[in-house]
């Protein structure tokens, strides 16, 4: 069998030999399992009990960037979501809409990483799509994924807020969108900085096996805690009051901040979650987020409570407060 081109042309996507070569010598090569592997135009699967449904489109620029890349993230971006929903993800579905002329080596070093990001999860791609549009029609690659979970952990939700509710964030803020950032503007630092993008379910696996009561999780990607506090707030009702020096920022997101005019809590995250949960069992959950989450910077960063409802307070170390509102206007376009 003759080899693929070096980049991606229109034939491959246009059904016939070359369409077939490049999907089992890539995709096929690379997500192999005994479902996919049948071949027919849907995946029969098992489903059993309360089950979690997402999906999510990827078209992240660049797509490489410190700490991942695109595939990488539409794993872990869908896995986290079933995640959060207290679920086992199980099933996920795959489409690339591909530019012609796209390099194949780029491509293999995609979809060899979201093979990787599939293993910390159990996590099987059993169905999918493949569509190459002409040059200038798309930039590059663009990814959508779609998941189904087990729901282990029933009645995660906003709802659940309640007054007197410990706030854990499980990592330090906005590294996605910093990372993101550096990428496009080639930006060099004096330091590691890299993204957060990481697949969620180990920890929260975790979390459900210790029993422990969680009342909402969330992951802070678009709009960054910011957006994740106000709509807790808002959904609940409830006031959600943050101490400032309790939020885990590094230093190179807090200098690129400063730099860009950015807040923190507006910067996107791939790998950072936040949880409400009751008071008293909050250290014990840090706990477990630092260990199995493999991130010291967790923290309890603030309560809920009756004081503004619908709102977020951010307490100062100088004894002042404001409100941190939900993000405005176009921060960092196509960060995921």
């Known amino acids: 069998m003759a080899k693929l081109n070096n980049t991606v042309q229109l034939a491959h996507g246009g059904g016939g030999k070359e369409m077939n070569r ?12 005994p479902i996919l592997r049948q071949e027919e135009d849907a995946a029969a699967i098992n489903l059993s009990g309360n089950c979690a449904f997402t999906t999510d489109s990827f078209t992240v620029a660049p797509h490489f960037f410190a ?22 993800p199980q099933y996920l579905s795959c489409s690339f809409i591909i530019e012609e002329g796209y390099p194949l080596d780029d491509l293999k070093r995609i979809a060899t990483t979201m093979a990787d990001e599939l293993h910390k999860s159990a996590t099987r791609i059993v169905c999918g799509d493949t569509k190459v549009v002409p040059k200038g029609c798309a930039d590059g690659v663009f990814i959508n994924t779609t998941g189904v979970g087990r729901i282990l952990y029933p009645d995660i939700s906003v709802k659940n807020i309640k007054s007197g509710d410990a706030i854990i964030v499980s990592g330090d803020i906005g590294r996605h969108g910093a990372a993101i950032l550096m990428a496009r503007e080639g930006l060099t630092l004096e330091s590691d900085l890299v993204s957060d993008c990481a697949n969620l379910w180990p920890v929260v696996e975790q979390l459900i096996a210790s029993n422990v009561p969680i009342h909402a999780m969330r992951d802070a990607t678009r709009g960054g805690l910011a957006a994740v506090l106000n709509e807790w707030a808002s959904a609940s009702n409830v006031s959600i009051e943050i101490e400032e020096q309790a939020v885990p920022i590094s230093d190179e997101v807090k200098g690129l901040c400063e730099l860009y005019g950015f807040e923190p809590h507006d910067l996107a995250n791939e790998g950072t979650f936040v949880l409400a949960v009751p008071q008293a069992q909050a250290a014990g959950i840090l706990e477990i987020i630092q260990r199995y989450g493999h991130c010291e910077q967790a923290a309890i960063i603030g309560y809920v409570n009756d004081s503004h409802p619908g709102k977020v307070v951010l307490k100062t170390p100088w004894g002042s407060a404001r409100f941190i509102d939900l993000p405005q206007g176009e921060l960092l376009p196509r960060i995921c």
């Open 22 to 33: 490049l999907i089992k010598e890539v995709f096929y090569r690379a997500f192999d399992n």
């Open 67 to 88: 700490g991942g890349n695109i595939g990488k993230l539409a794993i872990a971006g869908t896995v986290n979501d079933l995640a959060m929903m207290g679920a086992e």
